[in-house]
């Protein structure tokens, strides 16, 4: 099957091993850590406690609530830092990831170019069986092309939809800590509802 596409199967060949790189690395960064709600549990003794925190939780927590003179704005402002820096990590490696989905169909469509162009090549030769064999190989060149260009990008695309996921989760997870911080750590200053 590789050799019936043409060359243009060493393009999607290499498409595809950067996609699943890039797509797996950036499922690992997100599953790994506890930037999410699985140790909700443990917050609140955290939040008084941040040298008990472990994990990526527990950095942040450490770096947002050190120092003698915490205020709001302290905290509002650290926690946009650890938000910026977290979730634009995650943003540049869904960014690689969504290019190279929408890279492997449009590969796939060059593939579909030259298979068709292979086509038009061998009528242009002349009839006969040889001229027939031409036409049935530059048809089969552009839709295996194209075949293989989607068949790459749609477990690509899902994987990126997960690694999306767990990024929306994470910030949900911050934001949800930095509002128990300062409900909990500065009540006079919280609005009333």
């Not at 190989?137 to 295996?144: H, P, R, V």
Request: glycine share 10%; aromatic share 6%.
């Amino acid at each position: 099957m590789f050799a019936v596409g043409g060359d243009i199967m060493w393009m999607l060949g290499v498409v595809a091993l950067l996609l699943y790189w890039a797509a797996f690395a950036a499922l690992g960064y997100v599953s790994r850590g506890n930037l999410n709600l699985k140790d909700a549990d443990h917050w609140s003794d955290w939040i008084h406690h941040p040298e008990h925190a472990s994990g990526s939780m527990g950095e942040a927590l450490r770096y947002v609530l050190h120092g003698p003179r915490l205020s709001v704005r302290i905290v509002s402002r650290r926690f946009d830092e650890v938000r910026l820096q977290v979730l634009s990590a995650v943003d540049r490696r869904l960014l690689v990831v969504n290019t190279l989905v929408a890279a492997a169909p449009l590969c796939g469509l060059l593939g579909t170019v030259t298979g068709i162009l292979g086509m038009f090549s061998a009528l242009a030769k002349g009839g006969g069986k040889a001229g027939m064999t031409g036409v049935a190989n530059g048809m089969q060149e552009a839709l295996i092309t194209t075949q293989t260009g989607l068949t790459i990008a749609l477990p690509g695309l899902f994987i990126a939809l997960v690694v999306k996921g767990k990024r929306d989760e994470i910030a949900a997870a911050l934001v949800r800590i930095e509002s128990l911080i300062l409900t909990t750590r500065f009540p006079q200053s919280t609005p009333p509802h």
